[in-house]
């Protein structure tokens, strides 16, 4: 990795200060590599939530229209060479702060599609993109999480059109060793894109037991929450930004 330009984006929130010496070690890691590391401290930072008003796609394209640390954040990735998440494991997926800037990499593809893996996926707008590197920490182990953590990393690294990417899962109850040897790794490793038949496989492991799923007796009630509402800015775009 020496010479390359590495992007770190750090999705610890402010109740994560255990995941700290995990974080230090893969700094650690990078810089005695040899890359040039630019790290984004992803709850310190002016960064709104994604409205899904795609105007990033036909008013401004390639650009998102709120005006903040997303649009740095979005610029520097496709310039790099290596973009890594570090990230406390949640249910088997990101932290919020992960999960909102995800959301803001919409512009760095096209609206059209394309076919990748017989699969429909968007066309890429840039000829050449980073790699993507996932690493999720654990409190307690639960393999059908890190499972399913390595199964998003992979399929966000196809619709980001990553060249290879890689997705380990450490525990930070392990010993400084252990952990040291699963970044090295992670960081030179090339995972398979899972696809097909794999991200079925790799799926099924994530599923609860018939026995542990609840039957109800009679009705009940059910909540429906809708994310990304494409709502009217009241006083424009920089009126959505978020407060850190």
Request: with cysteine; net charge positive; hydrophobic share 40%.
């Given at each position: 990795?020496?010479n390359?330009?590495?992007?770190?984006?750090?999705?610890?929130g402010?109740?994560?200060e255990?995941?700290?010496?995990?974080l230090?070690m893969?700094?650690?890691?990078?810089?005695r590599s040899?890359?040039?590391v630019k790290?984004?401290p992803?709850r310190?930072?002016?960064l709104?939530?994604?409205?899904g008003?795609f105007?990033?796609w036909?008013?401004?394209?390639?650009?998102?229209v709120?005006?903040?640390?997303?649009?740095?954040?979005?610029?520097t990735?496709?310039q790099?060479?290596?973009?890594?998440?570090?990230?406390?494991?949640?249910?088997?997926?990101?932290?919020?702060?992960?999960k909102?800037?995800?959301?803001r990499?919409?512009?760095?593809?096209?609206?059209?599609?394309e076919?990748?893996?017989?699969?429909?996926?968007?066309?890429?707008?840039?000829?050449r993109?980073p790699?993507?590197v996932?690493?999720?920490?654990?409190?307690?182990?639960?393999?059908?999480?890190?499972?399913?953590f390595?199964?998003?990393?992979?399929?966000?690294?196809?619709?980001?059109?990553?060249?290879?990417y890689?997705?380990?899962?450490?525990?930070?109850t392990?010993?400084p060793?252990?952990v040291?040897?699963?970044l090295q790794?992670?960081?030179?490793?090339?995972d398979?894109?899972?696809?097909g038949?794999m991200v079925?496989?790799?799926m099924?492991?994530?599923?609860?037991p018939?026995?542990?799923?609840?039957?109800?007796d009679?009705?009940?009630?059910?909540?429906?929450?809708?994310?990304s509402?494409?709502?009217?800015?009241?006083?424009?775009?920089?009126s959505?930004?978020g407060?850190?």
């Open positions: 990795m020496r390359q330009k590495i992007v770190l984006l750090d999705g610890t402010k109740d994560d255990d995941l700290l010496p995990v230090d893969l700094m650690g890691e990078l810089q040899g890359a040039t790290t984004f992803l310190k930072l002016k709104g939530s994604c409205i008003c105007g990033c036909v008013k401004t394209p390639g650009i998102c709120e005006p903040d640390a997303g649009r740095e954040i979005a610029q990735m496709i790099s060479d290596i973009v890594i998440l570090f990230t406390p494991v949640t249910f088997g997926g990101y932290s919020s702060e992960i909102k800037i995800q959301d990499w919409i512009p760095l593809v096209l609206p059209d599609f076919m990748v893996h017989g699969e429909v996926h968007h066309q890429p707008r840039y000829a993109y790699r993507l996932g690493i999720g920490v654990q409190r307690q182990p639960h393999n059908a999480e890190a499972s399913l390595k199964v998003l990393v992979g399929r966000n690294a196809l619709n980001f059109h990553a060249p290879t890689a997705a380990e899962v450490v525990l930070n392990d010993t060793e252990q040291h040897q699963q790794t992670a960081l030179v490793r090339n398979a894109l899972p696809t038949k079925k496989s790799w099924s492991a994530t599923k609860a018939p026995e542990s799923v609840a039957v109800m009679s009705p009940g009630r059910a909540l429906l929450i809708i994310g509402p494409k709502v009217k800015p009241l006083g424009g775009p920089s959505l930004r407060k850190g």
